[in-house]
């Protein structure tokens, strides 16, 4: 058979019919006989084993017997009439029980005719007994096309109530195997298959839903696996690739004066060789001729401003402006006076943007950015204003990618003839596994070498018993001249009861830390924005050793002084939460600590998050045990990439088969743009027939 016939309507397979077919359509999502054959079991049941029944025992999973059916009786109950049948093998006698379909049932059964029953045991007053079980004859048993790990395929109630039970799919699973006599189009080329040891597509699919042996389903299970990894990584590289030739860009030929200066009198450090080779990689970029579109993912205090304005100075040095954009008017203004300070002595004009600047600036930097006379605006979400026209901007940075959305992003490229160069900077750490498959058509830039010098965060895990000791510490380092903060959850801002805790905390810290030798700020999302600025800047000038806040000093607060990070019921946040509030503390000269506080009761999940906080400050290895905790559907940007609707494949399990599908797509691409080689036909109708369903595309940058 073609494959045309495999794009047949499945109410066209044999035993299916049109309202079956409705069904298969609504729940399942299959319409043809493609979508059936590609519709995998999620478990196997070990069906090598038979069980006597003077061997069962209470609380057995799914077992199955040989056995014949002796006697059957019907059974009046409240609603209509159970049927009760006794079943025997050579060492005792059970009940199977039906409490629907009675009347139907009675008639299809055998008496004295061996059976093979399978399914769940109950057991009732000394007598085992097996509620609808699975039955058939044990001459059909041995002459199905079958083995011994039986195929349990996803479901759903509605299935099963409609009777599409699990051996009615496996059944129509292999009548379409008999109609097609096995035979399916290959969609990998001879040379994959060899070079990676895989099954043939033939087999694979066979073997997946027809296990032949242990040995034959873990491949088959692999080369599904690598075929739908790979093809997604076909799709990813093949975009990235149009984008690359498609999207011009303006090239920044020469690293020029602005550059060189600052290079060799400005810069206050060596870089990281982790900085040089990410500068490398983006100066690679922008001379190329097609546009920039990097993502640097860099752990807080990684240095990633240094490598943002580095790349600023190139553009300059070319003729064009740049902009550098912050999420919140804090960071926005801490930009803005850190390069104005690494700048010095330079002959540059550097202005803020932001939403509190005055008419009489702004209107100052619109026209001196339209003249060509303002370098650098660096800003907040005022620099996309539609009033802002730059003369010409050749390079957009972006601070904090995830608060900013795809089409503030693009916004930015329609204010010229052709796109500035983006660079967007991320200090949430999107894991390796996820980022190739996620944003596998982006560029992707890592710092993961922190400058040197830095003291590790001491990171402790403390219960509440040991709360006096706790206070003790904290004694101690005030004593020393250090600042503390104590942060509780408050995962819900209209949750009564973390405000209550927080409360609550406020006032035993007050007792145990009395005035007047002890100053408390405290600081919650309830309070007024001016209030908690009050607050605030007491902390910032030393004024109060203490600051008490919720969550809402997790972004952007920059106290060196500040080296000790209490949090309070560590257990409720998050992996990157806590990792994201230590980054609070470690900003000084001073050896810093992270206490994380928690009780008693903690759940498994909760015992991984706290060692794994104890145990490592690396935020790419945190996001990975984040990752694997919660699964990449509650990480950020992934809920639309595609990567979820995987049908096989795990990106995390399977991150090996991830990793060669890829370094194999870029291969093939690389020799193959168009897939036109004779060699590589399978793929390319595969890949055709894929990018005409896949919605993979729609919602990726
Ligand atoms: P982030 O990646 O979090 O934005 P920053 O760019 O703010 O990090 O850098 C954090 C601190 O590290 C800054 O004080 C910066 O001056 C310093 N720094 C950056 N790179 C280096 C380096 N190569 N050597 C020493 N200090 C550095
Ligand atoms: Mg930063």
Same mark, same amino acid.
């Given at each position: 058979?073609?494959?045309?016939?495999?794009?047949?309507?499945?109410?066209?397979?044999?035993?299916?019919?049109?309202?079956?077919?409705?069904?298969?359509?609504?729940?399942?999502?299959?319409?043809?006989?493609?979508?059936?054959?590609?519709?995998?079991?999620?478990?196997?049941?070990?069906?090598?084993?038979?069980?006597?029944?003077?061997?069962? $025992?209470?609380?057995?999973?799914?077992?199955?017997?040989?056995?014949?059916?002796?006697?059957?009786?019907?059974?009046?109950?409240?609603?209509?009439?159970?049927?009760?049948?006794?079943?025997?093998?050579?060492?005792?006698?059970?009940?199977?029980?039906?409490?629907?379909?009675?009347?139907?049932?009675?008639?299809?059964?055998?008496?004295?005719?061996?059976?093979?029953?399978?399914?769940?045991?109950?057991?009732?007053?000394?007598?085992?007994?097996?509620?609808?079980?699975?039955?058939?004859?044990?001459?059909?048993?041995?002459?199905?096309?079958?083995?011994?790990?039986?195929?349990?395929?996803?479901?759903?109630?509605?299935?099963?109530?409609?009777?599409?039970?699990?051996?009615?799919?496996?059944?129509?699973?292999?009548?379409?195997?008999?109609?097609?006599?096995?035979?399916?189009?290959?969609?990998?080329?001879?040379?994959?298959?060899?070079?990676?040891?895989?099954?043939?597509?033939?087999?694979?699919?066979?073997?997946?839903?027809?296990? $032949?042996?242990?040995?034959?389903?873990?491949?088959?299970?692999?080369?599904?696996?690598?075929?739908?990894?790979?093809?997604?990584?076909?799709?990813?590289?093949?975009?990235?690739?149009?984008?690359?030739?498609?999207?011009?860009?303006?090239?920044?030929?020469?690293?020029?004066?602005?550059?060189?200066?600052?290079?060799?009198?400005?810069?206050?450090?060596?870089?990281?060789?982790?900085?040089?080779?990410?500068?490398?990689?983006?100066?690679?970029?922008?001379?190329?001729?097609? $546009?920039?579109?990097?993502?640097?993912?860099?752990?807080?205090?990684?240095?990633?401003?240094?490598?943002?304005?580095?790349?600023?100075?190139?553009?300059?040095?070319?003729?064009?402006?740049?902009?550098?954009?912050?999420?919140?008017?804090?960071?926005?203004?801490?930009?803005?006076?850190?390069?104005?300070?690494?700048?010095?002595?330079?002959?540059?004009?550097?202005?803020?943007?932001?939403?509190?600047?005055?008419?009489?600036?702004?209107?100052?930097?619109?026209?001196?950015?339209?003249?060509?006379?303002?370098?650098?605006?660096?800003?907040?979400?005022?620099?996309?204003?539609?009033?802002?026209?730059?003369?010409?901007?050749?390079?957009?940075?972006?601070?904090?990618?995830?608060?900013?959305?795809?089409?503030?992003?693009?916004?930015?490229?329609?204010?010229?003839?052709?796109?500035?160069?983006?660079?967007?900077?991320?200090?949430?750490?999107?894991?390796?596994?996820?980022?190739?498959?996620?944003?596998?058509?982006?560029?992707?830039?890592?710092?993961?070498?922190?400058?040197?010098?830095?003291?590790?965060?001491?990171?402790?895990?403390?219960?509440?018993?040991?709360?006096?000791?706790?206070?003790?510490?904290?004694?101690?380092?005030?004593?020393?001249?250090? $600042?503390?903060?104590?942060?509780?959850?408050?995962?819900?801002?209209?949750?009564?009861?973390?405000?209550?805790?927080?409360?609550?905390?406020?006032?035993?810290?007050?007792?145990?830390?009395?005035?007047?030798?002890?100053?408390?700020?405290?600081?919650?999302?309830?309070?007024?924005?001016?209030?908690?600025?009050?607050?605030?800047?007491?902390?910032?000038?030393?004024?109060?050793?203490?600051?008490?806040?919720?969550?809402?000093?997790?972004?952007?607060?920059?106290?060196?002084?500040?080296?000790?990070?209490?949090?309070?019921?560590?257990?409720?946040?998050?992996?990157?939460?806590?990792?994201?509030?230590?980054?609070?503390?470690?900003?000084?000269?001073?050896?810093?600590?992270?206490?994380?506080?928690?009780?008693?009761?903690?759940?498994?999940?909760?015992?991984?998050?706290?060692?794994?906080?104890?145990?490592?400050?690396?935020?790419?290895?945190?996001?990975?045990?984040?990752?694997?905790?919660?699964?990449?559907?509650?990480?950020?940007?992934?809920?639309?990439?595609?990567?979820?609707?995987?049908?096989?494949?795990?990106?995390?399990?399977?991150?090996?088969?991830?990793?060669?599908?890829?370094?194999?797509?870029?291969?093939?691409?690389?020799?193959?743009?168009?897939?036109?080689?004779?060699?590589?036909?399978?793929?390319?109708?595969?890949?055709?027939?894929?990018?005409?369903?896949?919605?993979?595309?729609?919602?990726?940058?």
């Amino acid at each position: 058979m073609s494959v045309a016939t495999l794009n047949t309507s499945i109410s066209y397979l044999k035993g299916v019919g049109p309202s079956r077919a409705d069904l298969l359509k609504s729940e399942l999502g299959i319409f043809t006989f493609n979508d059936l054959l590609h519709f995998f079991p999620n478990r196997y049941i070990d069906r090598t084993q038979f069980f006597k029944i003077n061997q069962l $025992q209470q609380n057995t999973a799914e077992i199955q017997i040989i056995g014949k059916i002796t006697h059957i009786k019907t059974v009046a109950q409240k609603k209509g009439s159970r049927l009760v049948a006794t079943f025997i093998d050579e060492t005792g006698s059970m009940e199977l029980i039906w409490f629907r379909g009675a009347k139907w049932i009675k008639d299809t059964l055998k008496v004295n005719t061996p059976y093979v029953i399978f399914g769940k045991l109950t057991y009732f007053n000394g007598l085992f007994s097996m509620p609808h079980p699975e039955m058939e004859l044990l001459v059909d048993y041995k002459k199905n096309l079958r083995t011994a790990m039986q195929p349990v395929y996803p479901s759903t109630e509605k299935l099963t109530n409609k009777g599409i039970t699990n051996r009615v799919v496996s059944k129509m699973i292999q009548t379409l195997f008999e109609e097609v006599e096995g035979r399916f189009t290959e969609t990998l080329s001879d040379e994959i298959i060899q070079k990676f040891h895989l099954l043939s597509k033939s087999e694979a699919l066979l073997n997946i839903h027809f296990p $032949q042996s242990h040995d034959l389903l873990t491949k088959a299970h692999n080369r599904l696996k690598f075929e739908e990894l790979f093809f997604i990584q076909l799709q990813l590289i093949r975009k990235k690739l149009i984008r690359k030739s498609k999207i011009k860009g303006y090239n920044f030929e020469k690293v020029g004066a602005y550059f060189n200066y600052f290079y060799k009198n400005n810069l206050p450090f060596d870089l990281t060789n982790a900085q040089k080779r990410v500068l490398k990689e983006i100066r690679k970029d922008i001379g190329s001729n097609a $546009q920039m579109n990097r993502l640097l993912q860099g752990d807080v205090g990684s240095g990633k401003t240094i490598v943002a304005l580095l790349t600023i100075l190139i553009a300059l040095d070319n003729g064009f402006q740049a902009s550098l954009m912050a999420p919140t008017e804090i960071l926005a203004t801490q930009h803005f006076n850190a390069i104005k300070e690494l700048l010095v002595g330079m002959d540059l004009n550097v202005k803020l943007l932001t939403g509190s600047v005055k008419t009489k600036e702004r209107k100052l930097i619109h026209q001196q950015l339209e003249s060509g006379e303002l370098h650098i605006l660096i800003g907040t979400h005022a620099l996309i204003e539609d009033k802002v026209q730059f003369k010409n901007l050749g390079i957009a940075i972006i601070d904090e990618q995830h608060r900013f959305g795809v089409e503030q992003r693009s916004k930015m490229w329609h204010k010229n003839d052709l796109p500035p160069h983006i660079l967007v900077m991320t200090a949430t750490p999107i894991p390796r596994t996820l980022a190739m498959s996620a944003y596998g058509d982006l560029d992707i830039s890592v710092i993961d070498e922190l400058p040197p010098g830095r003291k590790e965060i001491a990171t402790a895990h403390r219960y509440d018993s040991n709360r006096l000791s706790v206070f003790k510490f904290l004694k101690d380092e005030i004593a020393k001249g250090r $600042q503390v903060y104590i942060v509780y959850p408050l995962i819900n801002e209209s949750e009564a009861m973390d405000y209550k805790d927080l409360m609550d905390g406020y006032e035993s810290i007050s007792r145990e830390f009395p005035v007047p030798k002890y100053q408390i700020s405290i600081v919650h999302g309830k309070m007024k924005a001016e209030d908690k600025e009050y607050e605030m800047q007491r902390f910032i000038k030393n004024e109060t050793q203490i600051m008490v806040a919720t969550t809402v000093i997790e972004v952007g607060v920059n106290i060196p002084n500040a080296s000790v990070m209490v949090i309070e019921s560590a257990e409720r946040f998050g992996l990157s939460q806590l990792h994201q509030l230590r980054g609070r503390v470690g900003r000084g000269a001073e050896q810093s600590y992270c206490i994380l506080m928690t009780s008693f009761k903690l759940s498994a999940d909760a015992k991984i998050r706290l060692e794994t906080m104890v145990k490592s400050s690396d935020g790419f290895y945190i996001a990975e045990v984040d990752l694997k905790l919660r699964g990449p559907g509650n990480l950020m940007g992934t809920q639309q990439s595609g990567v979820l609707n995987l049908k096989i494949a795990d990106i995390i399990k399977d991150n090996v088969i991830l990793k060669t599908a890829r370094i194999l797509a870029i291969e093939l691409l690389t020799k193959d743009p168009s897939l036109s080689l004779p060699e590589n036909r399978y793929i390319k109708t595969a890949y055709l027939e894929i990018s005409k369903k896949s919605t993979i595309w729609q919602n990726i940058s």
